[in-house]
């Protein structure tokens, strides 16, 4: 899907962007703020399955599509309630009003 209609942006999500604050050890604890409330259209690309760790861990991608916005980067992330959806890459298919976004739902 090259691009897609504003109708579709039925999904309410939570746009975050990570700030880092000193734990005063020495390193560093990352919260998440949020930066903006948004509609977006989300379908999965892919899942699958792999050993890591002596583990299965499962993995799924999505698309996410939403309004342009020149602030949203890679390490930032979507949220929709316990869900969250790290940004992988942000393309912007050329007519600077759409934003598709290439994610990897995190497993909590």
């Known amino acids: 899907m090259t691009s897609i209609s504003i109708g579709a942006l039925r999904q309410r999500l939570?746009?975050?962007s990570p700030s880092r604050v000193d734990d005063g050890g020495g390193g560093a604890?990352?919260?998440?703020?949020?930066?903006?409330?948004?509609w977006a259209?989300?379908?999965?690309?892919?899942?699958?399955?792999?050993?890591?760790?002596d583990a299965v861990t499962a993995r799924v991608t999505h698309e996410v599509w939403i309004r342009h916005r020149s602030d949203v980067a890679?390490?930032?992330?979507?949220?929709?309630?316990?869900?969250v959806l790290d940004i992988v890459a942000v393309l912007d298919p050329g007519r600077r009003d759409r934003?598709?976004?290439?994610c990897e739902e995190r497993q909590l």
């Open 14 to 16: 939570t746009l975050q």
């Open 74 to 83: 890679p390490a930032m992330r979507f949220t929709d309630g316990a869900r």
């Open 41 to 53: 259209y989300v379908r999965p690309i892919t899942g699958d399955e792999r050993l890591r760790h």
């Open 29 to 38: 604890t990352v919260t998440w703020d949020t930066v903006a409330e948004l």
């Open 99 to 102: 934003l598709q976004c290439l």
